[in-house]
């Protein structure tokens, strides 16, 4: 499954349905629905309950959750939340990510680019982002935002942004503002991955399918100071596993979700944002998949990128699935009426709340207008690679640093800088060739969208071709050098304005045009966006009260439900697999290949031991390394997937069939011990610390 | 452009629009609306002028069109309708695609797959086919048409399908049928083609749009009994080419439109057919992408492919903005409407025309459920590559060559088998790396589509990848042999199952299944379709008369209009191009790298020579290749393109900015005489015969 939805696709607008499926809400901790649940499932967890697994639970930054399994610091998440990792660790000598990191004579290394953040506080700000936003408009709107998000998240930090991180965080599409501080560690090592032909076994074939047999599993470790970090809210592990229909909790980070989305602003998507990007992502994995069949070489410099937009490509399909839905879209816009109309009934109202629609409309028409040139120029769907994000990091962290904190781009608040500074000077290998294959493949693209005649496209290829181009910048770059980087992020902006590193050159050239659609596109087209939605979320709030869960924001959530299969056309689907089945799907080629570890481990494992299965708790992309946790409060299994249903659970939740898929934590007991040897790591989970 | 809308996407249902724009139809030459014509521009053809331009137009049987420009079969067409002819010319030491065909030294070669076809009447057969369809619906109403089509063709070939070729075609989706005779000529010769570079002079980056400079020319000739065939009706050449505001008429064979289709079609169209399509293409030209990139030997062997992709993603673009574009959807909604409630104001209506958009609805219904396995399975998506192909045909063409002739797939009826034959046996390279490439990826899209649990995908790949089962059909089977094709094609029904190829073998193991979803495809969606169609159609009639041109059915059409710029965001768009802008365009980089021959002729031409220009005729894809006549019936240029906006002609003509892009007549002599010293050419379509 997905590690978070897209930022640039998190939708504008807002809706509502009032009623709400069983199981159904992504619930923040500080208000859970206990009533509901008690009168369902004559349970709910206490205070204690809560507090301990909010600070068990932990958000990957990169776009996963995890949760600490020991005392001694010890993360359970997702193998495919840390292909970053696994590739960057890897070398000509190691491919951790096909391989696996498995033995315990090795050191835990550092991951280059994991940070985790482990919630402490929720602050509800809404007063004071309400007043600072009250009656301003476009960039005045975008302006005042900035400002009181960065005197906020600096009074949080204390100074101290290497130990905590702050956000404000829009909840109900602006109805809501809540101040997150996490603590920080950046300092995270690598324990523990099978081999990726376990860790996803059956392929895009299977993913958001079931049923399923992955031991989409990594341990991590969080070190503080050099020594493994004291984290005495854990998990404690239960080997045993759940139970068919017994309760189960999720706690995780759901990315983003559009269930509270008008129509107007889902059309918007769908025509403007997913179908062109489908498009995209869809010719740009043709690219890869050939690369990747020219050598091994080629296929370990691809694998991350097309395990991502594998996924991403299935998220669309399921989401156009919903878009398209003639009864969906009705009852959507059936929703935009009534709450039109309800504001329309009282002149007051219309005081109140303007004419959001109207607003959004305009500032849809005007994101039209621009959308590709955004994509291209700023999302950096014109460049393609690594070497170009280092380079245009480099050269905007450069420039916004010098900048007061409430005037920067949020991304370059000093909040934020310990994790752009963790990314961009972090080390892996890069692949000259892969590089140069991807940025030549996107100045085509951008060539493409936007026309040769542009002169913006002519300004940057001038007589060369898209290839020559990038190989120029990709051969002349010194970039791939994490040292260079970091010289060059320590230098600041004299440094970037005295370099004459091609990339950089290259980056300094297309960021003025890059920011100037940007500042339209968030000037007339976000802002307007956000005004419309913030009115739409009190209108709502006014008529119905608060009594429904935000949309998901890569923020806390926990989810309620049980184990519990469902019927495909007509036909039962069991709760649970089971390691009988593994072998049985195995064919001996890709992707039902097993390593050759479970090939000879087979005599040792009992068939019978389940492997994976889905429960109805509610979650999306962001919540893979969620654990499954059961009444006393101990993890039972390990989120990595929801089966094909799940994908529309981004704009509907329908608890008949949308189902979460997780690990089993009696798979990864047994796997530990009887395949992978290593009796170290599971007797740490059995007891909760190390030996 | 394209050549011509894929037969697949041609849409199902009809609506209607009874206003249209002035320059707006595609209309048969048997019902042409002289009256409208004489009132806006003072001039009709006469019967005289019609038959003779009836006789000089040709069709290309792969998509495209043509005209005679000499007694002596000469042909004018486009660069891109030759694609096919050039590539499969080439070789190790020729890539004639690339560098044209210029030399008059060489021979005429045989183009191993251009037919051409002649119109010679049209005959309406109406009554005879309602007649036969009458109350059948489903399988009935397939077999029904089937037998009528099969027994009107038959009748029409008189014995002679090699000489004739016969189409019953569907006119107003139901509201008429006609039966097509033809003329048809396999003996098709190359006679000239410029370099590529100068063809598509700005590639995919300028194609559907203007200001453009290109000479997509091709020269055929059609030989009969091995001479040039005598054709005295011909286009003279007017190497003056047309004035800004001259009126122009068009004759070709525009492929298809959706103009009378119902939004309840279109919707359908667009989430179950262009979107997904436009994903799988997009991926299939990444593919192409990074292959072609791999060496100039791919580059040759995926040329033709890519281009048809990049033109199709393009079509798709379009047609996505019209598709999504809420005003139109509205409208069309608002027609559908207005016919239903004539319809339902009228018991005697209702009797007669039944509830066609019930009927359309539950058609698509079933549709939405195995468009995706009939899309892979019986389109082909699943396989991928030319081997599979002649496979496919030659298992095919012997199972149907034996059944009479009325129960026989239409393309396989004896009408149409000698355009099959000469398909499935022609020469041409084939690339085996380029062919394991398609087919590995087409199979890995198969599982990817169906899932991997699907009994036909586990049948097909057994325990082998989808890179191994393509290897072993690739490197194994014979079929790259046009000879060993022909002997298949000669021993039929015996020499197929006794066949131990194992492509032939895996096209005999994929048909059944493909047999059943075609089926299954045909008797609940597309008849039912077609019976819902036809009620709409004669709803219509009965409403408004007949007073409007049918939808395009790649048959002979002709459109009036004007030379006629656009205003394009406020600014005006001139009609012409001229030569100084070619050479200010040109880079040195592809796509704007001139041909040497054109570098070193710059000093002997007149930079004031028109290049392209834009006209407001009404044309569509299969229009290629189509000549641009005056009042006086000469060719003053030659159709290639349309501008982007004629992209949403596809569903709604606007004559207030959708434009035919041509060759203006004067460049094609120009480049004749003074680029590629072709004055034998030159003075053959001044004079209208060869020396």
Chains 1, 2 share one sequence.
């Not at 050939?290 to 080629?298: D, G, N, P, T, W």
């Not at 060059?488 to 590193?501: K, Y």
Request: glycine share 8%.
């Amino acid at each position: 499954m997905q590690r978070i939805v897209i930022a640039a696709l998190a939708a504008a607008g807002v809706g509502f349905s009032v009623s709400a499926a069983a199981d159904e809400g992504m619930w923040t901790l500080n208000d859970l629905p206990t009533a509901r649940m008690k009168q369902a499932y004559g349970f709910a967890p206490d205070p204690a309950w809560v507090d301990r697994v909010q600070k068990a639970a932990v958000r990957l930054a990169g776009g996963c959750s995890g949760s600490f399994v020991s005392a001694d610091g010890l993360v359970m998440s997702n193998h495919h939340c840390a292909n970053e990792c696994l590739s960057r660790l890897s070398n000509d000598a190691h491919n951790y990510m096909t391989d696996g990191f498995v033995g315990k004579e090795e050191d835990e290394p550092k991951c280059p680019n994991i940070e985790l953040n482990q919630l402490v506080s929720i602050t509800n700000v809404t007063d004071k982002v309400d007043a600072a936003l009250a009656d301003k408009t476009g960039a005045a709107r975008v302006a005042a935002q900035r400002a009181v998000d960065s005197s906020i998240e600096q009074a949080c930090v204390a100074g101290d942004p290497d130990q905590w991180r702050c956000d404000v965080i829009t909840l109900y599409h602006g109805g809501r503002y809540a101040l997150y501080k996490y603590r920080r560690f950046q300092d995270v090592r690598m324990v523990f991955a099978p081999e990726q032909s376990i860790a996803f076994f059956g392929g895009d074939p299977d993913n958001f399918n079931f049923p399923r047999y992955d031991l989409d599993l990594t341990l991590l470790r969080a070190y503080v100071d050099g020594k493994p970090a004291h984290t005495p809210n854990y998990l404690p592990f239960d080997v045993n596993g759940p139970k068919a229909g017994e309760m189960t909790f999720v706690v995780g980070n759901p990315g983003s979700t559009q269930r509270e989305t008008s129509w107007t602003a889902l059309a918007y998507l769908r025509d403007e944002k997913v179908i062109p990007y489908q498009a995209y992502l869809s010719e740009e994995r043709g690219v890869l998949w050939q690369f990747s069949r020219e050598s091994a070489r080629h296929a370990q410099a691809a694998q991350d990128d097309l395990f991502y937009g594998d996924n991403t490509l299935k998220v669309f399909k399921g989401w156009l699935a919903t878009l398209t839905d003639e009864s969906f879209i009705a009852k959507k816009k059936a929703e935009d009426t009534a709450l039109r109309q309800w504001i329309a009934a009282d002149p007051a109202r219309v005081k109140q709340y303007g004419h959001p629609w109207r607003i959004l409309d305009k500032a849809e028409a005007k994101g039209a207008e621009i959308q590709t040139r955004y994509d291209m120029l700023e999302r950096g769907q014109a460049f393609g690679g690594d070497l170009f994000k280092y380079a245009r990091t480099l050269v905007r962290a450069a420039a916004e640093r010098d900048k007061p904190d409430a005037k920067r781009l949020p991304e370059y608040r000093s909040a934020h800088l310990p994790a752009v500074q963790q990314s961009v000077t972090s080390s892996g290998p890069i692949y000259p060739d892969y590089e140069q294959t991807r940025m030549a493949w996107a100045l085509e693209k951008m060539r493409q969208a936007l026309g040769a005649d542009d002169p913006f496209v002519k300004n940057v290829l001038g007589d060369q071709s898209p290839d020559e181009l990038a190989k120029r910048l990709v051969s002349g770059t010194k970039l791939a050098d994490p040292a260079y980087r970091k010289k060059l992020w320590q230098g600041g902006e004299r440094a970037i304005e005295q370099s004459d590193d091609p990339m950089i050159v290259f980056a300094r050239q297309v960021d003025p045009a890059a920011r100037t659609v940007r500042k339209t596109y968030e000037d007339d087209v976000e802002a307007p966006t956000d005004q419309a939605e913030t009115a739409i979320a009190k209108a709502r709030f006014a008529r119905d009260g608060a009594k429904r869960y935000p949309d998901a924001t890569f923020t806390l959530r926990l989810t309620y439900g049980r184990v519990k299969g469902w019927i495909e056309k007509g036909k039962k689907v069991a709760p649970f697999t089971h390691i009988d089945g593994l072998y049985a799907r195995a064919t001996g080629a890709d992707p039902y290949k097993l390593p050759a570890r479970w090939i000879q481990a087979k005599d040792k494992l009992d068939g019978n031991t389940p492997v994976n299965f889905v429960t109805d708790n509610d979650i999306i992309g962001g919540n893979s390394g969620s654990p499954v946790i059961d009444k006393a409060g101990h993890a039972v299994g390990l989120i990595f997937d929801g089966n094909i249903h799940s994908l529309g659970g981004n704009f509907t939740f329908n608890d008949a069939n949308n189902r979460a898929v997780a690990v089993d934590t009696a798979f990864i007991e047994t796997a530990l011990r009887k395949v992978y040897d290593r009796n170290d790591l599971a007797d740490e989970l059995a007891r909760g610390h190390r030996s």
